[in-house]
């Protein structure tokens, strides 16, 4: 009785705390990301802490980290023409792949996560209007899924999906519904998450293994560990209205392979892999089975998980230390290598070192590898934006390692457990609204607990209906 008598105590102590302190998770459009469960991992998703680790390693100031994410977001956003990636048409804009002049699902979601994240509204929508009108399928086979390759003109060129884009796609739309109070990005991102599982032939994660297929058709026995999110995957499954107990094995699932994919000595990953973990050899890329393009993402998905959740934290300082030791011996000088680390070629690039530097939030706590996080850390601070030609994929892998390292990845949430105690009211519904009934997010009474799904207000609090 005594434990629990303490166990509630400090349970209401820590509520207080967060309430007291709940103002300072908000941003100045009523968008929340901090605390909203109690649970024994240390992530930012329990914390609300996003502390950047080039303040708290390198001694930057929040002036001098602000300036460098201006200055990206000015360089691939708004720079000249042999600078910037996002092309403006008007009513829609597109994210170019300045390597092959055409515009991809990958690209189009990294745009539109970088641009929530930064909270640049009106290019998110004008990405978000191309992507809806030229590559989402609505209907069919694909429906739910988005071409991987149009022209600059629309023109869908290729109507399979690379599923890392819809990863991003519904991730970016989630944190877009919450941040901005949008919830018509909530029904877009619904509707996809929905039609990711088809049970059966068709849906983006095995139905058996539950890990991200390669494709959804034709190439759905095997899969590509860069597209393993685990993060995202994790609050799929709390956000879902749909296949909450799929997305919940996923998540597990997601963990599991990534870990599994990671070399046991050099910490390296294949850009495609059995489900396994084992590299995956394929007929159309004599490379798919060696550490190339792809595999560089893992590095920023499993160190992003770590700070995000830390769910697998000892499995991931692990991944992180092979990782780190290997490119140390190499002393940063090689891109491409087999999955053994042997037969090294072409030049350390700018997305890979953004990468590897937010891999090592996974060894902020090492005493042994201070100087190697420093090291990277520095590496990925001092890189300068890219220009011509082949801009596109690196330049854009290394500004979204450059948001989780600058503390600007922010898991956006639709409410926190004090909404109804303290800290900005954005849907109209205050405390004198205790009365069980349920109000929209406007602030509109329900006559009726709600037919349709979404996000209401009830008793001051807000809920999902189902």
Not at 73 to 79: N, S
Not at 197 to 207: A, D, I, R, T, V
Request: with cysteine; glycine share 8%; aromatic share 16%.
């Amino acid at each position: 009785m005594i434990k629990l008598r303490k166990k509630i105590l400090t349970m209401i102590l820590a509520l207080a705390t967060i309430a007291a302190s709940a103002k300072d998770f908000y941003d100045e459009n009523g968008g929340y990301y901090g605390p909203e469960e109690f649970q024994d991992f240390g992530g930012a998703y329990y914390t609300g802490d996003y502390t950047s680790p080039f303040k708290t390693c390198l001694g930057k100031t929040d002036e001098e980290i602000q300036a460098k994410l201006d200055q990206l977001w000015d360089h691939y956003f708004k720079g000249a023409s042999n600078a910037k990636v996002y092309f403006d048409r008007g009513y829609e804009a597109y994210i170019l792949d300045t390597g092959n002049n055409d515009v991809r699902s990958e690209g189009m979601s990294y745009g539109m996560m970088i641009a929530v994240q930064t909270n640049h509204k009106t290019e998110f929508d004008k990405l978000w209007a191309f992507a809806k009108n030229h590559m989402w399928h609505k209907s069919g086979q694909w429906d739910g899924y988005f071409a991987w390759l149009c022209g600059t003109d629309g023109y869908m060129r290729d109507q399979n999906c690379a599923p890392d884009a819809e990863m991003y796609f519904m991730m970016s739309l989630l944190f877009a519904a919450n941040r901005w109070h949008d919830y018509r990005y909530m029904d877009d991102a619904q509707y996809i998450l929905e039609k990711c599982w088809k049970n059966g032939n068709g849906s983006l994660f095995s139905e058996s293994h539950k890990i991200i297929c390669f494709q959804p058709y034709n190439c759905s026995d095997f899969t590509d560990p860069s597209y393993d999110l685990p993060a995202f995957v994790d609050l799929f499954s709390r956000w879902s209205y749909t296949n909450q107990d799929k997305w919940m094995m996923a998540t597990y699932a997601t963990r599991n392979h990534l870990y599994k994919s990671s070399h046991s000595r050099t910490g390296l990953f294949a850009d495609y892999s059995e489900f396994n973990g084992q590299p995956k050899s394929t007929s159309y890329n004599t490379n798919s089975h060696k550490y190339m393009y792809d595999a560089m993402r893992c590095a920023m998905n499993f160190g992003m998980d770590y700070y995000l959740f830390g769910a697998d934290a000892e499995r991931q300082e692990v991944m992180a230390k092979r990782l780190i030791d290997f490119f140390e011996e190499d002393d940063y000088k090689h891109a491409r290598f087999n999955w053994d680390g042997s037969s090294p070629s072409e030049s350390y690039t700018v997305g890979e070192t953004g990468a590897n530097a937010v891999a090592c939030y996974c060894l902020l706590n090492n005493p042994d590898y201070k100087d190697a996080v420093k090291r990277n850390l520095e590496m990925a601070w001092n890189v300068k934006p890219l220009t011509g030609q082949y801009r596109y994929y690196d330049g854009l892998v290394h500004y979204l390692s450059m948001l989780h390292l600058c503390g600007a990845f922010k898991i956006w949430k639709s409410g926190s457990m004090t909404d109804s105690l303290t800290g900005p009211t954005t849907t109209g519904v205050t405390d004198k609204n205790v009365d069980n009934a349920w109000y929209a997010l406007d602030g509109m009474k329900q006559n009726c607990k709600p037919s349709k799904k979404g996000i209401y207000v009830k008793n001051g609090k807000k809920v999902i209906a189902q």
